[in-house]
């Protein structure tokens, strides 16, 4: 019997069977999003220890973002998110909001939630409302930003009941204290039963091997049975472990040296991970996986910008007149992620949320010569002082 061993944790992946009557262009924007996530981890990956988010959570807030972008704003978002075109994108990513929150799945609890967040009276474009709440789920929520504290606790709040409590501060107390316009949330959550669960009494203490640090010891789950597997793969082991239902699954890649993760990480790409997934065949093995609970938090504003849209966040060049119709400058002042996993014997609980702040332009800095003041005038080349004065008053000066 071949035993498959998570002796390092590799790569862990909710997957979801296809379903009938899938929009024409749902496919693509499930491949646009997968092509996403994997550039997002390989800018997060060379974060020290544990690794966890919700590539879908923030593709969505994103997406909803980008129905209000522009110029070369929305084409750098277009590109570093893998969006469609505006025109396809949309659509094609609410038919897959409904299909995920479809009500006749049974067997487990799956809920994504959006919310408009937007500062009262505010003047924003009616396109840009409507494919927001029409496509996203999103209805505008008005709140006074200017009591800053009230209008993050109310966000925070909704947060936290759409992830089941288990997220909660996603804003911290400086996120929304600068009068922002809008702000997009997105919250997922996921709870389920494994198809076949391990037993309490069958978890032993084994040894996890990480590279640099001192062995521990954690809890293993153990069972033998018949899952989807790929156990010649280059570099690894791949294993699928279906969740009540068989709608959603949870995949392990376990690299086949203890060190091996890196490795496996810098050469992940979607074809090589629909490589893997293709391979999946029904065998019999004893499978061993640590039981674990991580919590992560993330300032995604570099890794995204770094990802090829830094016109977003830019208050200069930034272009989201799409969201007011150009009444003001906008601008991304931040995108924000929190996300929690808690996997165990009975199954698995995973969720997260994403808030991207959206704030006007601030006015240029403003030098006002209203009081009295030095001047002088130099030789930039020598850097000689060739004048210098004060001027102090302004007596006969008209």
């Known amino acids: ?162 992830t089941k409590e288990k997220i909660k501060e996603l804003l911290k107390k400086d996120a929304v204290a600068r009068d922002p316009r809008l702000v997009l949330t997105n919250a997922i959550y996921f709870k389920g039963d494994w198809a076949y669960q391990f037993k309490t009494d069958k978890t032993r203490e084994g040894k996890f091997y990480a590279p640099g640090k001192p062995v521990e010891d954690v809890p293993f789950m153990n069972q033998a049975g018949k899952f989807n597997v790929a156990l010649e793969e280059k570099g690894c082991q791949v294993v699928e472990l279906p969740f009540a239902g068989n709608d959603l699954s949870m995949v392990f890649v376990v690299p086949t040296k203890k060190d091996g993760l890196a490795e496996l990480e810098k050469d992940l790409t979607p074809a090589k991970l629909a490589g893997w997934l293709a391979k999946l065949q029904p065998e019999t093995v004893a499978v061993s996986i640590p039981r674990f609970t991580l919590t992560a938090e993330f300032e995604l504003k570099q890794a995204l910008s770094d990802l090829g849209m830094p016109v977003a966040f830019d208050q200069a060049k930034a272009d989201f007149s799409g969201i007011n119709e150009g009444k003001e400058g906008l601008f991304i002042s931040a995108v924000v992620h929190k996300a929690f996993v808690d996997v165990n014997e009975k199954g698995a609980e995973a969720s997260a949320a994403t808030g991207v702040v959206i704030q006007p332009r601030s006015d240029p800095a403003h030098v006002r010569a209203d009081r009295p003041f030095l001047f002088l005038i130099r030789d930039k080349k020598t850097e000689s002082i060739l004048f210098l004065g004060r001027f102090s008053e302004v007596a006969g000066q008209k």
């Open 1 to 162: 019997m071949n035993r498959l061993s998570a002796g390092l944790l590799g790569l862990l992946v909710l997957t979801g069977a296809a379903r009938a009557g899938e929009a024409p262009d749902t496919p693509a924007v499930v491949k646009g999003n997968t092509r996403f996530a994997l550039s997002l981890y390989g800018q997060l990956r060379g974060k020290e220890g544990n690794l966890f988010f919700s590539p879908f959570s923030i593709s969505s807030a994103l997406s909803m973002t980008s129905a209000g972008a522009g110029g070369s704003t929305r084409t750098q978002m277009t590109s570093a998110l893998h969006l469609l075109g505006q025109d396809k994108q949309h659509p094609a990513y609410g038919a897959l909001l409904r299909q995920l929150n479809d009500p006749g799945r049974k067997g487990y609890q799956l809920s994504v939630a959006n919310a408009l967040w937007a500062q009262k009276g505010y003047p924003f474009h009616k396109k840009f409302l409507e494919v927001n709440k029409e496509q996203y789920g999103a209805a505008l929520q008005e709140l006074d930003f200017g009591e800053s504290e009230a209008a993050r606790k109310t966000i925070n709040d909704w947060v936290e009941k759409e």
